[in-house]
């Protein structure tokens, strides 16, 4: 398969035109993937857009690219969001990373109770901009034509008001309903992961009161990295995304 990179600059090109990587995915394409001339590489613009063409340059500072193809990738519907609480260690990275691999659409940092990492005032911005970085490069690897949004973070209030406009589910390992039995309907899904200490009771009852629903994987216990990660394998088979 073509290795695979992203520019903005995909968007608007057809074939025929030059599409220039520059800057560090410039020197990524070439001194860490090695990408030739001669060689196919596919790009994107993280928006649908899909390029395939044949590298006509490859330096460090500048790779170009001769389109041969263009194709416009539509965006999964419903949509599947991961909100994921913040976690110490990089648990939560992991879960972001893998999460993007396997396909959701969008994720959500949640300053949830129970979590011990906190992001607050400039830390917020460094925090959501390295999460974005590690989508962005999961997206390259995966061979993604859309790249996940990766959100402000939030809270549980903030949660509960997008509850009323989702549907949202809440993973639960007590829960009784198992998210493989779950029959989507055409409403978004979102997936709630609590930190490694688990959601608390009263953030249970402000997203249930709000029409959130508790589900469960399985009968183990997954860790904070892997659940999400776990619940968008199973939705995306419901889905038929898989």
Request: hydrophobic share 45%.
């Amino acid at each position: 398969m073509a290795l695979h990179f992203l520019t903005p600059d995909a968007g608007a090109a057809t074939a025929g035109d030059i599409v220039a990587l520059e800057g560090a995915e410039a020197k990524h394409a070439a001194v860490v993937r090695r990408v030739r001339v001669g060689e196919t590489v596919t790009l994107g613009d993280g928006e649908g857009v899909w390029l395939e063409g044949v590298t006509t340059l490859a330096t460090p500072a500048r790779v170009e690219v001769r389109v041969s193809e263009r194709t416009v990738v539509a965006a999964a519907r419903p949509r599947i969001t991961l909100v994921q609480a913040l976690a110490k260690g990089d648990r939560d990275e992991l879960a972001v990373q893998t999460a993007c691999e396997l396909g959701v659409d969008e994720i959500v940092p949640w300053q949830s109770a129970r979590s011990v990492s906190r992001w607050e005032g400039a830390k917020a911005d460094k925090g959501r901009e390295r999460w974005q970085s590690i989508t962005r490069e999961a997206s390259k690897q995966a061979h993604r034509a859309w790249l996940p949004v990766v959100t402000a973070p939030v809270t549980t209030a903030q949660l509960a008001a997008r509850a009323e406009e989702t549907r949202m589910l809440l993973l639960d390992p007590a829960a009784s309903a198992r998210l493989s039995a779950l029959e989507p309907d055409e409403r978004d899904l979102v997936l709630v992961v609590g930190p490694e200490g688990g959601i608390a009771p009263e953030e249970f009852t402000l997203l249930e009161r709000a029409g959130a629903e508790r589900v469960r994987l399985g009968d183990s216990v997954l860790r904070t990295s892997t659940a999400g990660p776990a619940a968008i394998a199973v939705l995306s088979v419901a889905l038929g995304r898989w």
